[in-house]
């Protein structure tokens, strides 16, 4: 017996509603009291009150919008402005993971075995040290990903393969699994290293299964890359200045609460 073919469905785009969302209505209702006691406190960095409003903005048609229409039927298609930010909003931040996702899978990385490396860090560094101080973040960053590669450049070494190159692409993410603060770092390193053999192709060579002996090699050469680096900037001084108190307190509170999981 036979069965007539049907066409799929056509697809209809539906705007999102962000003032539905549980966010939006939090942030909504509460960022005046947010506002008020941040204030009282000594105030928050002008970055933060703009990523409330460019939020509550989003989404919303009555704050402006695209107009898409066909010529053939004269269909129109209203489809909001997006605040674009990087931290709050949830839709912005999907579409750039996304997208940034594709991109290294498609242009960056090879079609070789990679491992993921994650470095966790004592709730001190967690603090203004990271949480504020880019700068520091990024040099932490490079402490690990130095100690990596030269990791696998040694296990390259034992191999007989001096010409090793190897790559990495890294992650930093803010926040742990109760939306606390959280700096750590989440490192997608190639398993193993290219290498020229003997008729000049560029070849990549697995590195082993790293050990305990292995983690703990490579746990013990950060730690003292970072410690020198904080050395360096006379962060491990008792009386160190705290710059985020410094600067903002009422910000320095929330990364402090955040980080125990605790009303600031």
Known sequence: MAFPL???????????????????????????????????????????????????????LAHGFARFGCVSCGHDHLVPLSCKTRGLCPSCGGRRMAALTRHIMDHELPHVPARQWVLSLPYPLRYYRLAYDQSLCTAVHRALAYALR????????????????????????????????????????????FHRASDGQLTFERAATPRQSDVEGLLVAVHARVMRLLEQRGLLEPDAPDALAEDTSALAACYEGAILQRVA
């Open 6 to 60: 049907r066409s799929p469905p056509a697809l209809v785009y539906r705007p999102r509603d962000p003032s539905a969302t549980v966010l939006y209505t939090l942030v909504a209702e509460q960022r005046a009291t947010f506002a008020s006691a941040a204030t009282e406190a000594g105030g928050v960095p002008s970055f933060v009150d703009e990523s409330f409003e460019r939020f509550l903005r989003c989404g919303v």
């Open 150 to 193: 030269q990791h696998l450049r040694r296990l390259a070494r034992a191999c007989g393969h001096r010409d090793a190159q190897t790559g990495s692409v890294t992650f930093v993410q803010r926040y742990g699994g109760g939306l606390n603060l959280n700096v750590h770092f989440h490192l997608l390193s190639l398993d193993g290293w």
